[in-house]
């Protein structure tokens, strides 16, 4: 069995990370910017995990990265291409499957916890 070779913290909030706003050609409504203090990237950079923020807004995603999300704080809505809806809030946890397409609509500002694995290639 492999030990551990040290614990890693994940920070609560995104203090000292610069905010950014959504890239105008993904923004859909509003003028929201985003934080995120990613706490950990492995050595091959397929995970990463870290805190992020956003602020009330709406602009189009696609995930070629599968996310583990925690809510914690705020509310969002997740409106796929098929025109499915799934709303979110602080408490909840969920799963971005690769693949996803659509819109993320910050309805009151957010903040989660992520996890994003990707595999090379």
């Known amino acids: ?10 920070p609560h909030g995104t203090a000292g990370a610069p905010r950014s706003p959504v890239a105008a050609e993904r923004l859909i409504s509003g003028q929201p910017t985003q934080a995120t203090a990613n706490a950990y990237s492995s050595a091959d ?12 807004g709406a602009w189009r995603v696609h995930y070629t990265e599968h996310e583990l999300c925690h809510m914690l704080a705020g509310k ?6 098929d ?9 909840d946890s969920f799963v971005i499957p690769a693949g996803f397409s659509g819109i993320w609509e ?9 996890a994003v694995y990707e595999p090379a290639g």
């Open 1 to 10: 069995m492999p030990s551990i070779l040290r614990i890693l913290p994940i």
């Open 83 to 91: 025109g499915r809806e799934t709303v979110v809030a602080a408490g």
């Open 45 to 56: 950079q397929a995970f990463h995990c870290g805190i992020w923020e956003g602020g009330v």
């Open 76 to 81: 969002a809505r997740m409106t796929g291409d």
């Open 106 to 114: 910050v309805l009151e500002p957010a903040r989660k916890l992520y």
